[in-house]
């Protein structure tokens, strides 16, 4: 059982893209591990996204909410030009990247891109409503973090 005062930053941890950015992804990528686990680390490339709920709640101490579809990991980083297959499908990146921001000063501190699941492969693959963010820090090129929901 979570002790209510000790919950993790974020309100009913729906943290916001900087704190995202400043505290989860920065402490990350520092070595710094939460101990209970809050946001497990896993390839996303390597599951189809019906199954990662379940490899969340697995691992996070966070308690699966049937009126919550948002689920959170670290995920190895993976270039551009390769492509985020997985098993039945592949991950499709849309719009553009957004620069996440500090609320007190206005400096950039990440980014955010974002990408919408496909089943299939290529041009003829089917668009499906599992959507995922993935926050990067300005300099790394090693750990992603994603916020993965269904819409």
């Known amino acids: ?17 900087e704190e995202f950015v400043n505290y989860y992804l920065k402490r990350r990528i520092q070595g ?9 680390d ?7 996204p019906r ?15 049937d009126q919550v579809r948002e689920w959170w990991f670290f995920s190895p980083h993976t270039p551009q030009q390769v ?7 592949y991950w499709k990146k849309t719009g553009i990247d ?14 955010k891109k974002f990408l919408v699941f496909h089943i299939g492969q290529g041009k003829k693959g089917v668009k499906t409503n599992w959507v995922f963010h993935e926050y990067h820090l300005p300099t790394d ?8 929901y269904s819409i």
């Open 32 to 40: 710094i591990v939460d101990h209970p686990c809050i946001i497990p």
């Open 1 to 17: 059982m979570i002790n209510l005062q000790h919950l993790p930053v974020g309100h009913r941890f729906h943290p916001t893209g």
């Open 83 to 89: 492509k985020r297959s997985t098993p039945s499908g």
């Open 51 to 65: 199954e990662l709920p379940d490899k969340f709640h697995g691992e996070s101490i966070i308690h699966r909410d």
């Open 98 to 111: 957004r620069k996440v921001k500090a609320r007190d000063n206005g400096r950039i501190i990440g980014t």
């Open 42 to 48: 896993v390839d996303i490339c390597k599951w189809d």
């Open 141 to 148: 090129d090693v750990l992603n973090l994603t916020l993965l």
